[in-house]
């Protein structure tokens, strides 16, 4: 038996007030963690990647760290303006110097921790260098190289790393943000290294990011993937948002530019930190 018109259009009114409370609920939930994680201490660690290498405007107080109010955890910083912010990310930087200098700030009252990690210890600097000034053959063995200890070394750095932030910060959440995958196959570039070369160099980033998200899980960590937010803006893709070589400055090579930071960086980290 149909409905009438009238129970049709007083269901279709009942559905209607039903998602708009719903997403109303879901939206002040979303403000009140906002809220909260903000009412807390908020510690950004880790690389280059986090500390806004390839963003520019860096502090000249953060010396050779060159980190810059463009980077994420700025950003975050900025717009959500937590009870304290420390800011300890450093270019260069592997995992024992995160374990060594970096977590002087945790504390009881960290609530919020971000870190990206990871891809100095697997020698990533190194193999763009030998990628763009050898051959291919001479790029491919140095990635495998890198694959190699990303499968078996780099976890037990990134245990000792995350077991130190729990240790130090036991109450905080903790997001571990990934890299993104350097170019787009079949993109724009008509020079510069091969496509097997470049679809080599993306498939050991994202070894890197299963790796890195693996161990973050089973630490009770959020992984924060970016290559989603960094499609369509890699390398050769027209609309890049990440540094290819820059003769000009090239510690930038390779790293997010301030789009990067702002587009791809920075809604990941707020989504995960939520």
């Known amino acids: 038996m149909r409905l009438s018109r009238i129970t049709a259009n007083m269901s279709s009114l009942l559905l ?17 963690t906002d809220q909260q994680a903000a009412a807390t201490g908020y510690v950004a ?12 405007g860096y502090d000249s107080g953060s010396g ?22 420390n800011f300890t990310a450093c ?13 002087g700030p945790l504390g009881s009252g960290t609530g919020l921790v971000s870190i990206s990690v990871g891809g100095n210890d697997a020698g990533f600097a190194d ?20 694959r190699t200890y990303v499968q078996n070394t780099l976890p037990g750095k990134l245990d000792q790393v995350y077991s130190a932030i729990s240790g130090k910060a036991p109450a905080a959440q903790v997001v571990v943000m990934g890299y993104p995958r350097f170019y787009k196959l079949g ?17 050991a980033a994202n070894l890197l990011n299963s790796t890195t998200a693996k161990r973050a899980a089973d630490h009770g960590f ?12 890699e390398i050769c893709s027209g609309d890049a948002w990440l540094h290819s070589v820059k003769w000009t400055n090239i510690g930038e090579s390779y790293h997010p530019t301030s789009a990067g930071q702002s587009g791809g960086y920075l809604p990941v980290f707020r989504a995960a930190a939520l």
Not at 20 to 32: F, I, K, N, V
Not at 222 to 231: A, K, L, P, R
């Open 64 to 85: 050779n760290c060159k980190r810059t109010p463009r980077a994420y955890p700025a950003l975050w910083a900025a717009a959500n303006s937590p009870a304290s912010f």
């Open 187 to 203: 993109g724009s570039c008509l020079a510069g290294l091969s496509e097997t070369e470049r679809a080599a160099i993306n498939d």
């Open 222 to 233: 959020t992984f924060g993937d970016v290559t989603s937010t960094f499609t369509g803006h």
């Open 16 to 32: 209607a007030v039903a998602f708009a409370l719903t997403g109303a609920t879901a939206a002040q939930a979303d403000q009140q």
């Open 45 to 56: 660690l880790g690389d280059s990647y986090s500390s806004g290498v390839g963003a520019g």
């Open 127 to 146: 193999v763009m260098t030998t990628c763009v000034l050898q051959s291919e053959s001479s790029c491919l063995a140095r990635i495998a190289t890198a």
């Open 91 to 103: 270019s260069g930087a592997r995992t024992g110097d995160v374990v060594a200098n970096q977590l």
